[in-house]
């Protein structure tokens, strides 16, 4: 099994008895040469029968997985890459930061919203440590992380590929604001993370 930084797949538990929707769509969070697949998720104080079984799994217990699938990859190999994640949002630019952690030839920003854990933080803080070309901006707030939006997209226009990954609503609304202020829409690429 291969896969493309920034992939996804869908998971079923083939042996576990699941109340409603039997699968998940997880965005793959390493790349192949790793070693192994690393998913991301979170779980809300009421976890679904899904999440629930999924928890509960040991070693060698069996999955399925159909995939990988998506177009949340890297598009050149020469234009600025703008990445923006929200909350758990972070699991396909730890893949993407993992494959790009030797380029030198782009700026590569990430903006990371989150209001209380950074899923991932410390790995890909050492990535963008290790090199100068690589910039991560924890933002707090929606405030704060639009206007570190904006000012990306005043820094880099059309000539950048924008990255968005979260929940619908976060990608809808940044979307529009990226549009608004001149960048064309094949310019932004989405992953949506449409539910826990």
């Not at 008895?17 to 998913?39: D, N, Q, T, Y």
């Not at 809300?44 to 159909?66: D, F, T």
């Not at 590569?108 to 790995?123: C, K, P, T, W």
């Not at 064309?184 to 989405?190: G, Q, V």
Request: net charge positive; hydrophobic share 35%.
């Amino acid at each position: 099994f291969s896969w493309e930084a920034g992939k996804h797949g869908i998971l079923t538990l083939p042996e576990k008895k699941i109340e409603g929707k039997k699968f998940r769509g997880f965005s793959f969070a390493s790349i192949p040469s790793e070693g192994k697949l690393i998913l991301g998720t979170r779980t809300g104080k009421a976890k679904s029968s899904y999440k629930a079984a999924l928890l509960s799994m040991n070693a060698g217990e069996k999955v399925q997985l159909r995939g990988p699938m998506g177009g949340f990859v890297i598009q050149d190999q020469t234009s600025p890459m703008v990445f923006i994640a929200s909350g758990v949002g972070i699991t396909p630019y730890r893949a993407l930061l993992k494959a790009l952690e030797h380029d030198i030839s782009r700026p590569i920003e990430l903006v990371y919203a989150s209001r209380q854990y950074y899923l991932f933080g410390d790995e890909i803080q050492i990535i963008a440590d290790a090199n100068s070309k690589i910039k991560i901006h924890k933002t707090h707030d929606t405030a704060e992380t639009k206007a570190k939006i904006e000012s990306l997209v005043k820094k880099y226009s059309n000539t950048a590929y924008y990255y968005i990954s979260g929940a619908p609503s976060m990608i809808q609304s940044t979307k529009k604001d990226i549009k608004a202020q001149g960048v064309r829409a094949k310019r932004i690429i989405s992953d949506e993370f449409l539910g826990y």
